[in-house]
């Protein structure tokens, strides 16, 4: 098979200029809904005035700007790990590349805190919690309460570094997400985990199945973020070949797990000072050292070590190097998890408190909404439903749709709204007569019906 060259790849970036430019037009725009969050044992969400998704997106020629205030249209919480913060607002401006660029030199490092923005203005974090081992006291060290200081202070590097995803577990939501100081952020793939296809956390039970999308095996996923360096990050599958054939396939990490009983030496062979020996209480995975990185030759379905490739996907026909949000067979999180340990691209987008130039803003319109006749069906259920008709949309909800309730006479019941970047919608038919019924979802150019049956 002929491969897409990287010399051919690079050339074809600069084609991304125009307002087409899907890093401009992929953010989840909003100016009326607001959020909401659970709080412990209490399973109806509650308002927390917030204005979710993105607000504005405003671009120049070499440059976009997102506004948001960092809120999803999902609820967030709770999280039961004794975690202080709710889901703040951000007020933030994040100002990305339109034109991203491969870094020839020295990878950069990804970090603490924002590493990239999710398209409903959510921050993605890399795999880090700020928590390390410390080889002098042979003991946890961080900035959490009980912990000392890590020597060197909270941002230098240590041997043994933590992975937020299995030893913050407990504390992240259903949605896979947890604050930081009031900043929301997912560090890995934010679908709901009772949708995995082996459910790891329990936290769903009592808090919906929401999340920004739901994953789909049979198609290309959705384009979900943006990575610091402007290049897009997309869901956990993709078209096998990196020239867009070979089917639909899970686009895999480059990274396993060491098969070491000793955390003695990492996986290029630099002696460092020792880590925990306890495999039990700090299992295989526990720190990012755990793992090492295999190259895969001539297998495009493999990332390299940033945890991308250069592909063509349905919004960069023509190709771009992408991140890809990595799952394990059973739908788990797989490490580095989106982005990192380092970017392919040059570290230029930025936080920034306002915008310096001339810039025009976008508005999509309904020429930017979604078919709902050429999406994947929704899934409405239970079917008979006694109580409560639950709508999930299918993969990502780029738009607002409208989900009603009629009787078969065609008078509306209840309607709701669901809000794009969310997946749920519930509907309370406790008191309506047994009978059939007609749920109709729809937007301003499309729609579809689906019959439901109430009572037994």
């Given amino acids: 098979m002929k491969k897409l060259s990287l010399g051919i790849a690079l050339s074809l970036i600069s084609l991304t200029f125009s307002q087409t430019n899907p890093a401009i037009t992929s953010w ?38 997102v506004s948001t205030h960092g809120i999803p249209s999902y609820p967030t919480g709770p999280f039961l790990d004794g975690n202080p913060s709710q889901s703040t607002d951000q007020n933030a401006i994040f100002k990305f590349p339109l034109n991203p660029t491969q870094n020839t030199g020295t990878a950069t490092s990804t970090t603490g805190g924002n590493i990239g923005v999710f ?47 299995p030893a913050e577990k407990p504390g992240f939501d259903c949605s896979k997400g947890h604050p930081a100081q009031g900043n929301y952020h997912h560090h890995q793939n934010p679908s709901a985990y009772k949708l995995d296809l082996q459910v790891i956390s329990t936290v769903c039970n009592l808090y919906d199945a929401d999340g920004l999308y739901t994953i789909d095996s049979t198609v290309h996923s959705p384009l979900i973020g943006f990575a610091y360096d402007g290049f897009p990050i997309y869901g956990a599958y993709g078209y096998k070949n990196a020239d867009g054939t070979g089917g639909i396939t899970r686009i895999k990490s480059g990274y396993q797990l060491r098969n070491i009983t000793a955390r003695t030496v990492w996986a290029d062979g630099t002696d460092v000072a020792d880590g925990p020996s306890d495999f039990t209480t700090y299992p295989l995975g ?114 607002d749709v409208t989900v009603a309730l009629y009787d078969m006479v065609g008078k509306k019941i209840s309607e709701k709204k669901m809000v794009a970047g969310s997946t749920l919608s519930f509907m309370d038919v406790s008191t309506l007569y047994s009978g059939k019924y007609l749920i109709r979802i729809s937007n301003e150019i499309s729609e579809r019906v689906y019959p439901i049956v109430v009572g037994n």
């Avoid at 044992?41 to 509650?46: K, Q, R, V």
Wanted: net charge negative; charged share 10%.
């Fill in 286 to 399: 526990y720190f990012r050292e755990d793992y090492e990185f295999v190259a895969h030759a001539g297998q495009d379905d493999y990332l390299d070590s940033h945890n991308g490739r250069f592909c063509i996907t349905p919004e960069y026909p023509q190709g771009i190097y992408c991140y890809f949000a990595t799952v394990d067979e059973n739908w788990n999180s797989a490490y580095p998890y989106a982005v990192g340990p380092t970017f392919y691209g040059n570290k230029v987008a930025a936080k920034v408190t306002s915008i310096t130039e001339t810039v025009s803003t976008y508005t999509s319109g309904t020429n930017g909404l979604q078919d709902l006749s050429q999406s994947a069906e929704f899934n409405v259920f239970p079917n008979p439903a006694s109580d409560l008709i639950i709508v999930q949309a299918p993969g990502l909800l780029e738009s």
């Fill in 28 to 65: 989840l725009q909003n100016t009326t809904e607001t959020g909401s969050y659970y709080t412990s044992g209490n399973s109806t969400a509650l308002s927390n005035g917030i204005v979710v998704n993105c607000q504005a997106v405003q671009y120049s020629t070499n440059w976009v700007y």
């Fill in 119 to 165: 398209i409903n203005g959510v921050a993605l974090f890399d795999y880090r919690d700020g928590v390390a081992w410390n080889t002098s006291t042979n003991s946890l060290c961080g900035g959490l309460p009980g912990m000392s200081p890590c020597p060197g202070g909270p941002t230098a590097s240590q041997s043994w570094n933590r992975d937020a995803v």
